[in-house]
T-cell receptor, first 110, second 115 residues
């Protein structure tokens, strides 16, 4: 039968601007969260993680914010570059098991 | 170089013909896992292994088998593939059961088409 492709949410930003990618997670008991980057034709690549007892963590050009009240996670990328173009998805860990979101496609315009 | 390798990268097969996708990691990781990735469904865990000879079902284990005879290898076996197993498969490994501050390293993926 014919299949219909499902499109990911897309975020388009200008090179040099900051990007904010959001993720709503499902379980208030999740204790650990990860952001992954997946470039076309490649496996997911770890970007940054955060424990549930934190609300902010910073890496190189990236910051993850966790709002447990509304079960929301965000990834901020500073000074976005063309090489940041990829699908980004979050994962939550619930009772030792990772549950992945579907992702957001980030497109960086030069 | 620390890495997870998978073979083959691409495979076209027919219904019912047994196949194995190999996964190997060179980081001495205890934890290894298989995922499938389908449009609109994200990554779903098939099977995982906490250590040698220790394997357990993930969310979608039906139609798959795994084995963990050695620490570095974690093959995925499809005894009788069906078209609904057409997907993109990823193997991953990490150092301490996938826990805090232990990054899961993913392989490059195996794209499988079952006719």
């Amino acid at each position: 039968g014919e299949s219909v492709g499902l499109h990911l949410p897309t975020l388009s930003v200008q090179e040099g601007d900051n990007s904010i990618i959001n993720c709503a997670y499902s379980n208030s008991a999740s204790d650990y969260f990860i952001w992954y980057k997946q470039e076309s034709g490649k496996g997911p690549q770890f970007i940054i993680d955060i424990r549930s007892n934190m609300d902010k963590r910073q890496g190189q050009r990236v910051t993850v914010l966790l709002n447990k009240t509304v079960k929301h996670l965000s990834l901020q990328i500073a000074a976005t570059q063309p090489g940041d173009s990829a699908v980004y998805f979050c994962a939550e860990r619930l009772r030792g098991k990772l549950i992945f979101g579907q992702g957001t496609e980030l497109s960086v315009k030069p | 170089e620390a890495q997870v390798t998978q073979n083959p990268r691409y495979l076209i097969t027919v219904t019912g013909k047994k196949l194995t996708v190999t996964c190997s990691q060179n980081m001495n990781h205890e934890y290894m896992s298989w995922y499938r990735q389908d449009p609109g469904l994200g990554l779903r865990q098939i099977y995982y292994s906490m250590n040698v000879e220790v394997t357990d079902k993930g969310d979608v284990p039906e139609g798959y088998k795994v084995s963990r005879k050695e620490k570095r290898n974690f093959p995925l076996i499809l005894e009788s593939p069906s078209p609904n197993q057409t997907s993109l498969y990823f193997c991953a490994s990490s150092g301490t059961g996938g826990g805090w501050q232990e990054t899961q390293y993913f392989g490059p993926g195996t794209r499988l088409l079952v006719l």
